[in-house]
């Protein structure tokens, strides 16, 4: 059974750091990409980026370029989506999902279960 | 990028009868690799993640109920309910996946009348 289990809910500081996480389960996790959607309170979800977990090949959205880095660990099937200094605006439910092929072309069929991540001084 | 627009963005429907909800694309999502409209929509409830109900603009994901149905082609998709369920409150998002960043349309909030 394919699962996407993401890490849990995190209150951080304007200016903290954080990295989240997605381990993948039931499938070669090493050839499907995986990507990250957010979903500001009340708003709709927005495509962040996708990462290959094979060779780490990176695609971002340009408004989440230079904002936060996707990264994958492939000995523990985990990707990542990291801030350096988080805003009060990252303030927001966060999904991995997994693509349904290992080619770019790919719409998401497995998500994680989403995680909160609230940023407030 | 691909701008995706969704009409309406709310929809109030009887139970039993049908609902529809429009998304354009603001240009083709044709992939030429299998002559595919590359178009996906998902159903979002409040408190879970969002689900996969249509693919390749018409593919009913497995397990789907087939009251759910996906067409259109080039820029302009629908997704058809054909005879709502209470369980189908949610908001309904089209997404283009030919070119990064693969967008998401606005989401159409489905309501009961």
């Known amino acids: 059974e394919v699962q996407l289990v993401q890490s849990g809910a995190e209150v951080k500081k304007p200016g903290e750091s954080l990295k989240i996480s997605c381990k993948g389960s039931?499938?070669?996790?090493?050839?499907?990409?995986i990507g990250w959607v957010r979903q500001m309170p009340g708003k709709g979800l927005e495509w962040m980026g996708i990462?290959?977990?094979?060779?780490?090949?990176?695609r971002y959205s340009p408004s989440f370029q230079g904002q936060v880095t996707i990264s994958a660990d492939k000995s523990i099937s985990t990707a990542y989506l990291q801030w350096s200094s988080l805003k009060a605006s990252d303030t927001a439910m966060y999904y991995c999902?997994?693509?349904?092929?290992?080619?770019?072309?790919?719409?998401?069929?497995?998500w994680g279960q989403g995680t909160l991540v609230t940023v407030s001084s | 990028d691909i701008v995706m627009t969704q009409s309406p963005d709310s929809l109030a429907v009887s139970l039993g009868e049908r609902a529809t909800i429009n998304c354009k694309s603001s240009?083709?999502?044709?992939?030429?690799?299998?002559?595919?409209?590359?178009l996906a929509w998902y159903q979002h409830k409040p408190g879970q993640p969002p689900k996969l109900l249509i693919y390749?603009?018409?593919t009913r994901e497995s397990g789907v109920p087939d009251r759910f149905s996906g067409s259109g082609s080039g820029t302009d998709f629908t997704l058809t309910i054909s005879s709502l369920q209470a369980e189908d409150v949610a908001v309904y998002y089209c997404?283009?996946?030919?070119?990064?960043?693969?967008?998401f349309g606005q989401g159409t909030k489905l309501e009961i009348k």
């Open positions: 999902g997994r693509f349904a092929y290992d080619i770019l072309t790919g719409y998401f069929d497995y």
């Open positions: 039931g499938y070669r996790f090493t050839s499907q990409w």
């Open positions: 990462i290959y977990p094979g060779d780490s090949d990176t």
């Open positions: 240009q083709s999502v044709l992939y030429s690799s299998n002559n595919k409209n590359s």
């Open positions: 390749w603009a018409s």
């Open positions: 997404q283009q996946y030919y070119t990064t960043p693969h967008t």
